[in-house]
């Protein structure tokens, strides 16, 4: 890779620069696996949904790197489950799409406190790599916790720009698989779409990084696979950033 030729690199957050992918997998199968074991299918709302098992294959299919109101509601569409939208404000006790949401964030906050996170070697030695030829590096995150995260991992000084879920809605920025946010955190950077490389490790996150226009998208592969990352639009894959710097 020639880095000094990139005008920025823009980074997902969660399964590129720290393993809170793992974290957020967890809470969600938490959620999940709660409600669909407590849904009372024999309401008329309810009959013919499917409440079987929550799986990993859920996850990468339906919710991995999407804003997290809209992974719940495209999990449950896919699963004949119709809720009410609700409102962000909902509690989390609330059977809403919003309030779903947000208990599966009572589970992720509860996991990071009680376990933190250590950022993959791989990436800071990437990130090294980069300061050191002065390219503007950002974080492009679904996820509202993306500055807890990055505090939590050593690594908030490092960005020129961090565009998370809290930024694209005060914004309106249409969420990945669109490439809203990242065009965004491309133009705080001074790049040009075409001169920026997106790195994602997640399928709707390649796909928005291959629907803006990039110069580049990198595809990191923590479990969506190969295969799929490349089917979504990266241009290379690798399982470690470290082989990158």
């Given at each position: 890779m020639a880095w000094d030729a990139q005008g920025a690199v823009l980074f997902d957050l969660d399964g590129v620069l720290t393993p809170t992918a793992e974290v957020h997998m967890a809470a969600w199968a938490r959620m999940f696996g709660d409600l669909f074991a407590g849904l009372d299918t024999t309401r008329?709302?309810?009959?013919?949904?499917?409440?079987?098992?929550?799986?990993?294959?859920?996850?990468?299919?339906?919710?991995?790197?999407?804003?997290?109101?809209?992974?719940?509601?495209?999990?449950?569409?896919?699963?004949?489950?119709?809720?009410?939208?609700?409102?962000?404000?909902?509690?989390?006790?609330?059977?809403?799409?919003?309030?779903?949401?947000?208990?599966?964030?009572?589970?992720?906050?509860?996991?990071?406190?009680?376990?933190?996170?250590?950022?993959?070697?791989?990436?800071?030695?990437?990130?090294?790599?980069l300061r050191g030829l002065g390219v503007p590096v950002a974080v492009v995150s679904s996820s509202a916790n993306?500055?807890?995260?990055?505090?939590?991992?050593?690594?908030?000084?490092?960005?020129?720009?961090?565009?998370?879920?809290?930024?694209?809605?005060?914004?309106?920025?249409?969420?990945?698989?669109?490439?809203?946010?990242?065009?965004?955190?491309?133009?705080?950077?001074?790049?040009?779409?075409?001169?920026?490389?997106?790195?994602?490790?997640?399928?709707?996150g390649v796909r928005a990084g291959a629907a803006g226009g990039f110069g580049l998208v990198v595809g990191v592969d923590r479990g969506a696979g190969a295969d799929a990352l490349r089917a979504a639009g990266a241009d290379l894959v690798v399982a470690d950033l470290g082989e990158l710097a």
């Amino acid at each position: 890779m020639a880095w000094d030729a990139q005008g920025a690199v823009l980074f997902d957050l969660d399964g590129v620069l720290t393993p809170t992918a793992e974290v957020h997998m967890a809470a969600w199968a938490r959620m999940f696996g709660d409600l669909f074991a407590g849904l009372d299918t024999t309401r008329p709302d309810l009959r013919g949904a499917d409440t079987s098992a929550y799986t990993d294959a859920d996850y990468f299919a339906h919710v991995d790197g999407k804003p997290r109101y809209q992974g719940v509601a495209d999990l449950l569409a896919a699963r004949g489950i119709r809720l009410p939208q609700g409102s962000p404000e909902d509690p989390p006790e609330a059977l809403t799409v919003c309030g779903l949401g947000n208990r599966k964030n009572v589970a992720f906050t509860a996991i990071l406190e009680r376990e933190g996170v250590r950022p993959y070697p791989g990436s800071v030695a990437l990130l090294d790599h980069l300061r050191g030829l002065g390219v503007p590096v950002a974080v492009v995150s679904s996820s509202a916790n993306a500055p807890a995260v990055l505090a939590a991992a050593g690594l908030a000084e490092r960005f020129d720009t961090v565009v998370d879920g809290r930024v694209a809605a005060d914004l309106g920025l249409a969420g990945k698989p669109q490439p809203d946010t990242f065009l965004h955190a491309a133009t705080a950077c001074g790049c040009a779409p075409e001169r920026a490389v997106v790195v994602e490790d997640a399928v709707s996150g390649v796909r928005a990084g291959a629907a803006g226009g990039f110069g580049l998208v990198v595809g990191v592969d923590r479990g969506a696979g190969a295969d799929a990352l490349r089917a979504a639009g990266a241009d290379l894959v690798v399982a470690d950033l470290g082989e990158l710097a």
